[in-house]
Antibody, heavy 115, light 110 residues
Framework: VQLVETGGGLVQPGGSLRLSCVASGFTLSDYWMHWVRQAPGQGLVWVSRINEDGIVSNYADSVKGRFTISRDNAKNTVYLQINSLRAGDTAMYYC?????????WGQGTLVTVSS | QSALTQPASVSGSPGQSITISCTGTSSDIGTYNFVSWFQQHPGKAPKLLVYDVNYRPSGVSNRFSGSKSGNMASLTISGLQAEDEADYYCNSFTTANTHVFGGGTRLTVL
């Protein structure tokens, strides 16, 4: 099982990024997938989730309207589109399979918002 | 979607037992048995210790156990070992169809 996140980097306030999470070693379409973020030196914060076929998605209030989660099971990839970036969005973003018994975490991709 | 409440820090000596509390509301822990606990060592991704309140994934030591009463969940670590020194987070599903983490607890093994 492997989850590899890419797409992070340094971006100016107001900018956008699309994070990608490529899954391997399991059938992506069998699982809910989540994004969780962690600001430097801070705790874990749940961001969003998407169901197995991509029809259902939910968001934390703090990101609703700015973040969009999606998936392409044929490409074994989950995405997080992040718009109108703010300094408070600076964090490691983790792609996570399930938050219960089939849990698995990627190593994360770092997003830094700074001018 | 306020974070679940955990103590900022706990400590214990090797061999002792400690308990970390996680207090939520009737909108999360009080309604669902979907409470998970994660361990995170510095610079590492979190690791699942307990799910659905009191179930351990295969490979996780039986020194870790979970419980729940009302709006509060707990993680107990028995027979403390130096390697248990880490940050611990609880997580719950909510009535808004979202998830919420606790603020995290730093465990120090004295």
């Amino acid at each position: 099982v492997q989850l590899v996140e890419t797409g992070g980097g340094l971006v100016q306030p107001g900018g956008s990024l699309r994070l990608s999470c490529v899954a391997s070693g399991f059938t992506l379409s069998d699982y809910w997938m989540h994004w969780v973020r962690q600001a430097p030196g801070q705790g874990l914060v749940w961001v969003s989730r998407i169901n197995e076929d991509g029809i259902v998605s939910n968001y934390a209030d703090s990101v609703k309207g700015r973040f969009t989660i999606s998936r392409d099971n044929a490409k074994n990839t989950v995405y997080l589109q992040i718009n109108s970036l703010r300094a408070g969005d600076t964090a490691m973003y983790y792609c996570v399979r399930d938050l219960r018994d089939y849990n698995y975490w990627g190593q994360g991709t770092l997003v830094t918002v700074s001018s | 979607q306020s974070a679940l409440t955990q103590p900022a820090s706990v400590s214990g000596s090797p061999g002792q037992s400690i308990t970390i509390s996680c207090t939520g509301t009737s909108s999360d822990i009080g309604t669902y048995n979907f409470v998970s606990w994660f361990q995170q060592h510095p610079g590492k991704a979190p690791k699942l210790l307990v799910y659905d309140v009191n179930y351990r994934p295969s490979g996780v030591s039986n020194r870790f156990s979970g419980s729940k009463s009302g709006n509060m969940a707990s993680l107990t670590i028995s027979g403390l070992q130096a390697e248990d020194e880490a940050d611990y987070y609880c997580n719950s599903f909510t009535t808004a169809n979202t998830h919420v983490f606790g603020g995290g607890t730093r465990l120090t093994v004295l």
